[in-house]
């Protein structure tokens, strides 16, 4: 009987190992159709999750009260599981340089429980080599065990996109590979169980590994190219938005806009390629301007800002700046990576201390990540620069009274918004006379 065989029947479990926006819908998907051990660090976490709270909204409350995943922050419970799937975060240095701190830790941990006849598939996204270079021999290391004699590894890149209710976990082709054909075969096909729209078999682990930095470093090129035409754009006083929404009526437009490009994804896996690219002797031209052009997005938005409150006769140090949203992208609360953090330190440097309104995000990993406290926009008044920095539905269903509500009482062409997004209706606000400034 193959192992996908003795996981179907309930003889032997799965484990996912780290439970955040991508390991948690995992383990829930999996959960309805095997049995399945659900493992994080981080304590506090899992009992959130065994009280049947879901706090990064991806699958909800309601589906985690109901799932039989066994959450646990014990590792020694990983020993019952035959099939580990690693989903840990893979973040940059400072130096951005990649941290593969999380992925070697789960390695250990799992290399301490691992059993014969065990595989162990990555999603987490690395550089191509990292899986077999790095992975594996910490995992022999730990266990004592032989990989492809004792157990076998494989690799499945995430393509979870947080906050998105259309393309879902399911319904997301996956990529799956393994260290040979008999590993490939069992993991495409408990894949099978839970991703309706089918599996894409690579070649190898390397192509896997390669493809997901490629999708990624792709769209920020894309995004960077708008954004640089957003920036020569606003010298030349022509609205970027309404040359978009032009060119966008020919059938082969990418319609990509240009914004913030942050998040664990986009605004990281481009320095992994680089990363290895530069260790091969191949310094990246194409991928690394993309980034330099992306991570100085939210400086241009907060000279734009300071520009807007001269303009309006504003005293810059004085002014009350309220920015609307700080996760790193719409309808999510995770704000790891944020841009909007680069627009706020941006706007310090000229003595303004920013108010920060978001009522989706996660406001004690603000806290712990950036010191940031989030305020409920009821308790905003007198403001003097209102900046829709993320499109969270809230804010895109504000009415233009509510908007004008968070002002102080004076004129309206003194009263500054800013639209990162290009979320409002841009014609009205012009014509009730507010400053209005978008990207």
Request: with cysteine.
């Amino acid at each position: 009987m193959s192992l996908y065989e003795k996981i179907l029947s309930k003889e032997e479990k799965v484990s996912v190992v780290g439970l955040g926006y991508v390991g948690m819908p995992l383990a829930v998907a999996f959960a309805k159709k095997v049995d399945v051990i659900g493992f994080d660090l981080n304590k506090s976490k899992i009992e959130l999750y065994k009280s049947g709270v879901d706090p990064t909204n991806e699958v909800g409350s309601e589906a985690i009260k109901n799932t039989m995943v066994d959450f646990t922050f014990d590792e020694s419970k990983l020993k019952e599981a035959k099939f580990h799937i690693v989903a840990v975060p893979t973040p940059i240095n400072s130096d951005k340089t990649p941290d593969l701190s999380p992925v070697e830790g789960a390695s250990s941990i799992i290399g301490r429980n691992l059993t014969r006849g065990s595989i162990v598939v990555y999603e987490s996204t690395v550089y191509p080599g990292v899986t077999e270079d790095i992975c594996i021999p910490i995992l022999e290391k730990e266990s004592g065990l032989k990989c492809g004699v004792d157990f076998k590894i494989g690799y499945s890149p995430e393509r979870i996109n947080p906050g998105d209710k259309v393309h879902r976990l399911e319904n997301i082709i996956k990529i799956v590979s393994g260290i040979d054909e008999e590993s490939l075969k069992e993991i495409a096909k408990l894949y099978e169980l839970i991703i309706e729209a089918g599996v894409h078999r690579a070649s190898s682990i390397k192509v896997a590994e390669a493809a997901k930095v490629v999708e990624n470093s792709q769209r920020d090129i894309n995004i960077a190219f708008m954004n640089e035409l957003a920036m020569v754009f606003d010298r030349m006083g022509i609205d970027t938005k309404e040359v978009i929404d032009a060119m966008n009526t020919k059938w082969n437009a990418l319609k990509f806009y240009p914004g913030l490009v942050g998040g664990h994804c986009i605004g990281v896996d481009p320095y992994y390629f680089v990363y290895e690219a530069e260790r091969l002797g191949y310094h990246s031209q194409i991928v690394l301007s993309g980034r330099k052009i992306n991570d100085g997005m939210g400086k241009f938005v907060a000279d734009a800002i300071i520009k807007k409150l001269i303009l309006a006769n504003k005293i810059v140090k004085q002014s009350k700046v309220i920015i609307l949203g700080i996760t790193f992208k719409e309808n999510t609360p995770d704000t790891r990576n944020s841009k909007v953090i680069d627009i706020i330190k941006s706007l310090k440097e000229y003595g303004i201390e920013p108010i920060v309104v978001d009522p989706e995000a996660n406001a004690l990993e603000a806290k712990q990540e950036y010191g940031m406290d989030i305020v409920n926009i009821k308790d905003v008044k007198d403001a003097d620069c209102i900046v829709f920095a993320v499109a969270h539905d809230t804010f895109i269903n504000m009415e233009l009274e509510q908007i004008d509500s968070l002002f102080g009482s004076f004129d309206n062409k003194e009263k500054v918004i800013i639209d990162v997004k290009g979320i409002l209706n841009k014609s009205e606000i012009e014509r009730k006379g507010y400053d209005y400034w978008n990207l």
